[in-house]
T-cell receptor, first 115, second 114 residues
Framework: EAQVTQNPRYLITVTGKKLTVTCSQN?????MSWYRQDPGLGLRQIYY???????DKGDVPEGYKVSRKEKRNFPLILESPSPNQTSLYFC??????????????FGDGTRLSIL | GENVEQHPSTLSVQEGDSAVIKCTYS??????FPWYKQELGKRPQLIID?????GEKKDQRIAVTLNKTAKHFSLHITETQPEDSAVYFC?????????????FGEGTQLTVNP
């Protein structure tokens, strides 16, 4: 089954304690991205990656890091989490190339609470 | 960069009525406009999309229209049902480039009352 898998689904942690949210897709997609979703603000892109070892900032990259060492994985790293990073996070992937307008597939989301 | 505005933020209709959600975009180079539906506690799922070379697209009770000149596009749901209740997001993006990315509207909470 084609899917984007995020872990963990829920996490409550404290300020300053480094955490990583994993994302893995089994569709051989080149493009992967991370979004955060906050009430009234929609989905805002944090980082994206066009391929292995190619990453770029989205609209709200501050306080986050990513890496793309393998095509299937795109972890999101919060090195020193703060309460304003409490949010619902989605990983997404899609293919690139021809045809160019491929839809994104989203993971099930990770709800982070930072106290 | 692209900016997408979505209206209304909340919409309540009676079952069987039509619902219309509107979005405007700023980047005239944007040429792909998907719509996502997100049910409570679930991930966004694509329901319909339209390319800039098409003015209208329909899929059963759902249709999307695009006005490139005015830079706005709309989602139309006819004969609404309670299961249509969800948050709907519009989005816009330009053709694949090294900086290509999808920009989302703020979302519309649609409630269909039985």
């Amino acid at each position: 089954e084609a899917q984007v898998t995020q872990n963990p689904r829920y996490l409550i942690t404290v300020t300053g304690k480094k955490l990583t949210v994993t994302c893995s897709q089994n569709m051989n997609h080149e493009y992967m991205s991370w979004y955060r979703q906050d009430p009234g603000l929609g989905l805002r892109q944090i980082y994206y990656s066009m391929n292995v070892e190619v990453t770029d900032k989205g609209d709200v990259p501050e306080g986050y890091k990513v890496s793309r060492k393998e095509k299937r994985n795109f972890p999101l790293i919060l090195e020193s989490p703060s309460p304003n990073q409490t949010s619902l996070y989605f990983c997404a992937s899609r293919t690139l190339g021809s045809p160019p307008y491929q839809p994104q597939h989203f993971g099930d989301g990770t709800r982070l609470s930072i106290l | 960069g692209e900016n997408v505005e979505q209206h209304p933020s909340t919409l309540s209709v009676q079952e069987g009525d039509s619902a219309v959600i509107k979005c405007t975009y700023s980047d005239s180079a944007s040429n792909y406009f998907p719509w996502y539906k997100q049910e409570l506690g679930k991930r966004p799922q694509l329901i319909i999309d339209i390319r800039s070379n098409v003015g209208e697209k329909k899929d059963q009770r759902i249709a999307v229209t695009l006005n490139k000149t005015a830079k706005h596009f709309s989602l139309h749901i006819t004969e609404t049902q309670p299961e249509d209740s969800a948050v709907y997001f519009c989005a816009a993006t330009r053709r694949e480039t090294s900086g290509s990315r999808l920009t989302f509207g703020e979302g519309t909470q649609l409630t269909v009352n039985p």
